[in-house]
């Protein structure tokens, strides 16, 4: 016989803890809870229980927190893409400030100066220039739904939308998605609406049959709008009725790609999307603040880029700014993508040497610093930790500046070795995990004094949080 999971009765909820999940103290015991506000007094069904930890979902509220919101999506509580829409951004601001200093603090364990207010956007909503949807033969069935059927058989039925939280098969029907500006919507119900009429084949992810897989929609502050469909197999003459009804349907398509997936996985980046409509690719533009033409960025549908184009210019705003360029320096751009930062900073610089793991992020980088006449700026593809030899900083240049801007990970070790090696006198890191940039000051700290801290929020109504520390040679 299953065990059933233990009930905590009317907890008071009073933090929130990292991955923005709430937390209270029960006993000395800490629980983490989803779903929660602090505030909320709840009862939290526990899926583990340790003896000094556990974790839950509140499945009853007795109160609700003054500081609560009503979320603006009909898609919220089903959907985990914006799990804060029932804080007030003002608040959520305020938990991602704490976490930033919680994390540097205990994890860093270094000298502080005092933390900046937390940046945080202008547009809350709407602000992502690129989503990815999933098509599906089994749409997610709400409990309420369930509960109407009673003991009636449900027929499955297909949908668009995006991954139920870990529910790897089943797929949220999503209507209006909130966190992307037009036609992202037109685009999504056009084609679900023409594929059912059509009776299209939406794809089974267990059995890894089905003709539609995956949307893919990119829009430029520009005005450029990027689309890529990918199939599971090719059949040319139904793929050209379906685009030539989506861009009569959607006249502001610019670009219009499709890519052939047979592939038991999603990601297209072994893959080659082709043309049927427009150049191929989309043009953004980010502006330096600096009084300069802002920078162009060719984004194909394989690109790398800031998903908040304008959070993104005062992300790279930042950064430049803590860089102290005068002109003079020999810039090292570690994990480098595209080349953004980067170029972004290269007015300012003698030299810019960029290094990225991923070969196709380095050739978009090089056609990018040409797109902006840009020739002081070299690219390299390869892991950093292979590339950034003692060899290599001698043949390009001691590095005057390091701008590192590593995955979620963090740096290798083996790279904090480096730069602590090389001893370039400014380091600035910018992070979208605190928690790992801690760690790797704690490393830095050998030589290194931390002399600034700048978080900047990227994604409003997320616990994500990216930040932006600046470093000196002791």
């Known amino acids: 016989m299953k065990k059933k999971k233990p009930l905590l009765q009317k907890v008071t909820v009073e933090d929130y803890a990292a991955e923005g999940k709430a937390l209270s103290k029960l006993d000395g015991k800490v629980i983490f809870i989803e779903g929660a506000v602090p505030g909320d007094v709840v009862d939290v069904q526990l899926s583990k229980s340790?003896?000094?930890?556990?974790?839950?979902?509140?499945?009853?509220?007795?109160?609700?927190?003054?500081?609560?919101?009503?979320?603006?999506?009909?898609?919220?509580?089903?959907?985990?893409?914006?799990?804060?829409?029932?804080?007030?951004?003002?608040?959520?601001?305020?938990?991602?400030?704490?976490?930033?200093?919680?994390?540097?603090?205990?994890?860093?364990?270094?000298?502080?100066?005092?933390?900046?207010?937390?940046?945080?956007?202008?547009?809350?909503?709407?602000?992502?220039?690129?989503?990815?949807?999933?098509?599906?033969?089994?749409?997610?069935?709400?409990?309420?739904?369930?509960?109407a059927a009673r003991d009636t058989e449900i027929e499955q039925e297909s949908a668009l939308g995006f991954h139920v939280p870990r529910l790897f098969d089943k797929v949220i029907d999503i209507t209006t998605c909130h966190l992307m500006a037009e036609p992202v919507n037109a685009i999504k119900n056009t084609i679900r609406d023409y594929a059912k009429e059509h009776n299209l084949a939406f794809y089974d992810i267990r059995f890894h049959t089905g003709w539609l897989r995956t949307l893919i929609v990119r829009v430029a502050t520009t005005g450029e709008v990027m689309v890529n469909v990918c199939f599971g197999y090719d059949d040319e003459a139904e793929r050209i009725r379906l685009f030539d009804h989506l861009l009569k349907k959607v006249?502001?398509?610019?670009?219009?790609?499709?890519?052939?997936?047979?592939?038991?996985?999603?990601?297209?980046?072994?893959?080659?999307?082709?043309?049927?409509?427009?150049?191929?690719?989309?043009?953004?533009?980010?502006?330096?603040?600096?009084?300069?033409?802002?920078?162009?960025?060719?984004?194909?549908?394989?690109?790398?880029?800031?998903?908040?184009?304008?959070?993104?210019?005062?992300?790279?705003?930042?950064?430049?700014?803590?860089?102290?360029?005068?002109?003079?320096?020999?810039?090292?751009?570690?994990?480098?993508?595209?080349?953004?930062?980067?170029?972004?900073?290269?007015?300012?610089?003698?030299?810019?040497?960029?290094?990225?793991?991923?070969?196709?992020?380095?050739?978009?980088?090089?056609?990018?610093?040409?797109?902006?006449?840009?020739?002081?700026?070299?690219?390299?593809?390869?892991?950093?930790i292979d590339v950034c030899t003692s060899e290599f900083f001698e043949q390009h240049g001691k590095p005057d500046v390091v701008i590192t801007d590593p995955p979620r990970a963090g740096m290798h070790e083996k790279l904090v070795r480096k730069i602590l090696e090389t001893s370039a006198p400014l380091v600035v890191y910018v992070s979208c995990n605190p928690a790992t940039q801690a760690r790797d000051l704690n490393l830095l700290n050998e030589k290194y004094e931390v002399t600034y801290v700048q978080p900047v929020d990227m994604f409003p109504h997320t616990h994500h949080i990216e930040n932006v520390v600046q470093l000196k040679l002791r």
């Open 251 to 384: 006249p502001g398509i610019t670009t219009l790609l499709y890519t052939i997936n047979p592939k038991k996985n999603d990601t297209i980046y072994d893959l080659e999307p082709k043309a049927y409509f427009g150049k191929g690719y989309i043009i953004e533009t980010l502006s330096t603040g600096s009084g300069a033409q802002p920078l162009k960025f060719k984004i194909g549908p394989k690109s790398f880029f800031q998903t908040n184009t304008r959070q993104g210019e005062r992300l790279y705003q930042v950064t430049r700014e803590l860089a102290n360029l005068t002109g003079n320096e020999t810039v090292y751009d570690l994990y480098c993508g595209t080349g953004s930062i980067g170029l972004f900073v290269s007015d300012k610089a003698k030299k810019i040497i960029g290094v990225e793991t991923v070969a196709e992020a380095i050739a978009d980088a090089k056609e990018n610093a040409a797109l902006n006449n840009i020739e002081h700026a070299q690219f390299f593809a390869g892991d950093v």
């Open 50 to 147: 340790k003896k000094e930890w556990g974790e839950g979902k509140a499945i009853h509220f007795h109160s609700l927190s003054p500081d609560r919101v009503t979320p603006f999506c009909d898609h919220f509580g089903v959907c985990g893409g914006c799990k804060w829409q029932m804080l007030p951004y003002e608040k959520q601001l305020q938990y991602k400030q704490n976490e930033v200093a919680q994390n540097l603090r205990r994890i860093g364990k270094v000298e502080l100066p005092p933390i900046q207010p937390i940046l945080g956007c202008t547009e809350t909503a709407r602000y992502r220039n690129k989503l990815e949807f999933t098509f599906s033969n089994r749409r997610y069935l709400l409990p309420n739904e369930i509960a």
